[in-house]
């Protein structure tokens, strides 16, 4: 019996060393790919990609690709990743900031109702 052939393994450093147009590579599925001389030929243009990774799992899967993607991707593969992927910062805090500005907006339009209507007395 033959030893399997040696797989490369990759973390998120690794991802962070090639992460420009010019050496992109992404996780998919706990595999990852150089997409580097792919960008240009995506029918979606090359943002699809790069603003979607460095893990593109979701949105490759999500999406629905044809058979021949997968067929390129085997071309592609460098090996398997063997961290959690590099995520984009949350933008849960973005979500919060609104909420309380927004808040703070309807309190002090209440605020003006009441302090200028007849309900707390005469007009400012």
Known sequence: MNPPPHVWEFNASDLLLHNTPDDYWVVL???VYDVTLFLDLHPAGRNIIIDNGPDITRGFLGIGH?????DYLSDLVLGDFKEDPVQEPTTAHRYNLLYWATLGLLLGLFAYHCATSRL???PI
């Open 120 to 122: 707390w007395g005469a």
């Open 66 to 70: 044809p058979e021949r993607a997968y």
């Open 29 to 31: 599925d706990g595999k």
